[in-house]
C-alpha cells in the first residue's frame, strides 16, 4: 500500500511542474500573438499595448524564475537518483549476458557432448534472455535501449 502512495506522490509532484511549465508555454504562445498582432492597432495604442506586452512578459519571466527557484534542487535529486538507478540498471543486465560468456570459458570443448549441450543451453539462455527490469511491461531498461 505504501508503493501506491509514494507513487502517487511522487507523479502528482511531476505533474504538478508540468502543468506550470505548460501554463508559462501558454502564456508565451498568447504573448507571442499580442506581439505579432500590435500592428493592427491605432499608433496612438501603440505604445499602451506594447507597455502591457512587456509587464506581461516580465510577468510570465517572473513565474518561470519562481518555478525554477521552487523546483531546482528537488528535480536535480531527481535526476541524479535517475542516473544511478540507470547505472545499476545497465550493471544488472552487463553481468547477466556476462553469465553466457563464463559458460563460453569454462573449457566446455573438453566435456562430453552431452554435458557441452548443457552449457550451451545456458549461453544461450543467457544472451536471449538476459535479466532486465521494464517500465510497466511496457519498455525494457536494457544496454541496447541506451546505446541506440
Not at 505504501?2 to 508565451?28: E, K, M, P, R, W
Not at 554435458?115 to 510497466?136: F, H, Q, V
Request: with cysteine.
Amino acid at each position: 500500500m505504501a508503493d501506491i502512495y509514494a507513487s502517487v506522490t511522487y507523479t502528482s509532484v511531476d505533474t504538478f511542474i508540468t502543468v506550470l511549465v505548460l501554463h508559462a508555454c501558454g502564456q508565451l504562445s498568447n504573448l507571442k500573438d499580442d506581439l505579432r498582432n500590435t500592428h493592427l492597432c491605432d499608433r496612438k495604442d501603440f505604445q499602451a499595448r506594447l507597455k502591457k506586452i512587456i509587464e506581461k512578459h516580465n510577468y510570465i519571466v517572473g513565474f518561470a524564475e519562481t518555478v525554477e527557484n521552487c523546483f531546482n534542487v528537488m528535480l536535480l535529486i531527481q535526476m541524479l537518483g535517475f542516473i544511478v538507478q540507470l547505472c545499476f540498471q545497465c550493471f544488472q543486465a552487463i553481468m547477466s549476458t556476462d553469465i553466457a560468456d563464463a559458460a563460453y570459458n569454462c573449457e566446455w570443448y573438453s566435456l562430453p557432448p552431452k554435458d557441452a549441450r548443457l552449457l550451451i543451453i545456458i549461453m544461450c539462455r543467457a544472451t536471449a534472455m538476459p535479466l532486465k527490469i521494464t517500465a510497466g511491461k511496457f519498455c525494457w531498461f536494457t544496454v541496447l535501449l541506451y546505446t541506440q
